[in-house]
């Protein structure tokens, strides 16, 4: 249900500033041969649509977001992460329901550093989003 949220507010927002293409799971993300994700929701930037194929995206998208349970925690803390510090994704957002938490890293030349730990009371913005903001009870209201 949380997946819906995050996807309708992070579409609205592109397709009203015209940014690129927001996807939901089911969407894979080929880095390589061997390293496909499939995240919660991704942003592809309008200049950078030719990473698409009629079957995925071929390379980083400029943000990825994953939602933690109890099954994939483990593999989007660990795993995801670097993969997607190793091939470049801009910003990844791990959103934890049980906790209300949303943490935003974003990617610099040494790696990914933690932009923002969120809670209720406090908006989330994108730096790959610019102009994007939201309130985190938004988020998390089911």
């Known amino acids: 249900m949380l997946q819906r949220t995050w996807s309708r507010l992070l ?15 089911p969407f894979d993300v080929a880095f390589s041969a061997w390293d496909v994700t499939e995240p919660d929701v991704v942003f592809i930037l309008r200049a950078r649509l030719n990473i698409l194929t009629k079957d995925n995206a071929r390379g980083a998208p400029d943000l990825a977001v994953e939602g933690l349970s109890p099954g994939t925690a483990q593999m989007d803390r660990q795993v995801k992460f670097k993969l997607y510090e190793k091939y ?7 959103v934890d329901p ?6 935003v890293f974003v990617l610099h030349a040494n790696g990914y550093e933690m932009l923002d730990r969120l809670t209720r009371g406090d908006a989330i913005r994108s730096e790959v989003l610019g102009g994007f903001a939201c309130a985190v009870e938004e988020i998390f209201s089911v």
């Open 98 to 103: 049980d906790d209300e938490l949303i943490e």
């Open 88 to 94: 470049g994704v801009r910003e990844y957002w791990i």
């Open 11 to 25: 579409h609205a927002f592109v397709r009203k500033h015209k940014l690129g293409r927001v996807f939901t799971a």
